[in-house]
């Protein structure tokens, strides 16, 4: 079945840029979702479809998908983007189509 | 506002079945994919099963044995069934709301969960 690969954990000062990848087979040309799970609380969407995101996600919180890994970036960091992040793709020729990645702990130093 | 809400016993046997419930609000059961996933503690996310309530569903193949969804509509209620529990069934589920993304200039299309529940904690002990 499809993998996908994320760094462990990423640490990052407040007012700096942190950015997370996301690695899988020909990654570049399937849809790449993140969501954002602060603890003890439930993942929440925030990019969709590579780039796009919920309304009411800010524009701090950004993704792209040019080929080889798809990345998160949140610029200008702040204490409450500590949270851990998962990206997920749909395999829809598999029949486990929802793929999750191994997750980023982001800490904020 | 869309809101999911999980419910079921918090203890299960091992080799009983666990039950749980989904309570959809503000929106219809019937006008989406419904998905469970869980997460045992410290540990990732794994994918159960989606639904929809045209009775299609599909499972994760390591799970398929012992899963069962269902919906019911007059309750505006999503269901899971896993028999014969086991220590490694221990995490947190939740359920989420599917969306459906289309790329209308290629045709390719996949799904998100946009909306998820808070979540219900299951522990397998006897």
């Known amino acids: 079945s499809y993998v996908l690969t994320q760094p462990p954990s990423v640490s990052v000062a407040p007012g700096q840029t942190a950015t997370i990848t996301c690695g899988g087979d020909y990654i570049g040309y399937k849809s790449v979702h993140w969501y954002q799970q602060r603890p003890g609380q439930a993942p929440v969407l925030v990019v969709y479809d590579d780039s796009d995101r919920p309304s009411g996600v800010p524009e701090r919180i950004s993704g792209s998908n040019p080929g080889t890994t798809a990345t998160l970036t949140i610029s200008r960091v702040e204490v409450g983007d500590e949270a851990d992040y998962f990206c997920q793709v749909w395999d829809a020729s598999s029949d486990h189509p929802y793929v999750f990645g191994t997750g980023t702990k982001v800490t904020v130093l | 506002q869309v809101q999911l809400q999980e419910s079921g016993p918090g203890l299960v046997k091992p080799s009983e079945t666990l039950s749980l419930t989904c309570t959809v609000s503000g929106d219809s059961v019937t006008t989406h994919y419904w998905s469970w996933i869980r997460q045992p503690a410290g540990k990732g996310l794994e994918w159960i099963g989606r639904?929809?309530?045209?009775?299609?569903?599909k499972y994760n193949s390591s799970l398929k044995s012992r899963v069962a969804l269902s919906v019911d509509m007059s309750k505006n209620q999503l269901s899971l069934k896993m028999t014969s529990v086991t220590a490694a069934d221990t995490a947190i589920y939740f359920c989420?709301?599917?969306?459906?993304?289309?790329?209308?200039?290629?045709?390719?299309?996949?799904?998100?969960?946009?909306?998820w529940g808070q979540g219900t904690t299951v522990t397998v002990s006897s």
């Open positions: 989420a709301r599917e969306s459906y993304n289309e790329d209308t200039l290629t045709g390719y299309y996949s799904y998100s969960m946009d909306v």
């Open positions: 639904i929809h309530n045209s009775g299609t569903t």
